[in-house]
């Protein structure tokens, strides 16, 4: 059936860098926008990017504005998530989720609307001297 794995997560120092994965398997995402989420330890989940199915959009929420980039490879059927000059604060687990409404990206960022078709299990970070 159709699943997204997320991969990538780990331990990096503040002003590390790491690159987030998002694997679907069972389906293409090519049709599917994709958001990723974080959630801080004892906070609630977060959308934080998302890119449209026609990557004709990319959204970023503030925090992570100009030190984040996502990006997809609809060969590879992966979406990544670039991390750069992390802080402590991007500590938590990361999801990533796709969806075919085009209101997905809009509502997930700014709406506080999570709704999806599809939710990876998550990979955790920790920004950490």
């Known amino acids: 059936q159709a699943q997204l794995v997320e991969s990538g997560g780990g331990l990096v120092q503040p002003g590390g860098s790491l690159r987030l994965s998002c694997a679907a398997s069972?389906?293409?995402?090519?049709?599917?926008?994709i958001g990723w989420f974080h959630q801080a330890p004892g906070k609630e989940r977060e959308g934080i990017s998302c890119?449209?199915?026609?990557?004709?959009?990319?959204y970023y929420k503030d925090p992570v504005k100009g030190r984040f980039t996502i990006s997809r490879d609809n060969a590879k059927n992966t979406v990544y998530l670039q991390m750069n000059t992390l802080k402590p604060e991007d500590t938590g687990v990361y999801y990533c989720?796709?969806?075919?409404?085009?209101?997905?990206?809009?509502?997930?960022?700014?709406?506080?609307?999570?709704?999806?078709?599809?939710w990876g299990q998550g990979t955790q970070v920790t920004v950490s001297s």
């Open positions: 989720a796709a969806d075919t409404d085009q209101v997905f990206c809009w509502d997930a960022l700014f709406n506080g609307r999570y709704e999806s078709d599809y």
């Open positions: 069972g389906f293409k995402m090519d049709y599917y926008n």
């Open positions: 890119i449209m199915s026609n990557n004709g959009g990319r």
